[in-house]
């Protein structure tokens, strides 16, 4: 097993590429670019520029997609518009060379969850065909979610996987907030067939109906993710914790040891 530990978030353009290098020197190899308000790397030159540098330093790069996707509205525009910033992020991705495009897929709103997966996955059907015809070379990575009203459960994005070719983004403290634990043996079993697995871990408050906010990342709750995590693959853990960065160093502590 390999893991790359690495904070989300990397700042501005401005610092981007001292950021990285400070990353590299604390000894993270992983960072999620958080276009999550927006798409602010938005020069091509400048993006290839961090590219080079995190290829040198040996980090790898995803980029999170802006909150404001979803792929079940009832609202044709709004689905046109989400799609549209997805696909954004994979042509700035493909400038960064970043491997995975994770996102929030959407809402049931008023849909039942057969009819709501069934939209989702042709929605993402049509940008797999967007993004090879413009030959865009980060996955597409839909995000297991934490809260109970919200598409993105352990069966919904494993089912996508099969039946779209995209890639997938388990959020184990989503999982946590979700089903009220981390759900190891089923994941493993789900996704046993996939030897690159991207991550997301920090500690979180939730209540019954799921996820209520990230919060810092106990060193018991480290052990227990990497204790049981698959032995033979290749693992990229970001950290969304409010001190992402702290949190990555402690989990990547504990794993060297």
Known sequence: ????????????????IETLQEYHKLGLRACEI????????????EAIKIS???????????IHAPY??????????????????ILDCCKVGTWLNAKKIVFH???????????????????????????????YTPKLAPETTGKIN??????????LVHDTGCSFCIDFAHILARYKEYCFKEIKEKFKKYKKWHLHFSGIEYGEKGEKKHKFTEKKEWEKLLYNLPKDNEIIII????TPVKDSLDGLKIYKK
């Open 1 to 16: 097993m390999t893991i790359k530990f690495g904070p989300a978030g990397l700042g501005s353009v401005k610092t981007a």
């Open 34 to 45: 958080s276009f999550t308000h927006g798409i602010y790397i938005k020069n091509k030159g």
């Open 52 to 62: 080079e540098q995190a290829e040198k330093l040996g980090i790898t790069l995803s």
């Open 68 to 85: 404001y996707i979803n792929l079940n509205s009832n609202e044709k525009d709004k689905i046109k518009k989400s799609k549209e910033r």
């Open 105 to 135: 897929p959407g809402y049931y709103g008023k849909d039942n969850k057969e009819k709501t997966y069934n939209q989702i996955k042709n929605e993402i059907s049509d940008m797999q065909k967007e993004i090879k015809k413009n030959k």
């Open 150 to 159: 919200v598409f993105g459960s352990i069966d919904e994005i494993s089912n």
């Open 239 to 242: 950290n969304e914790s409010p």
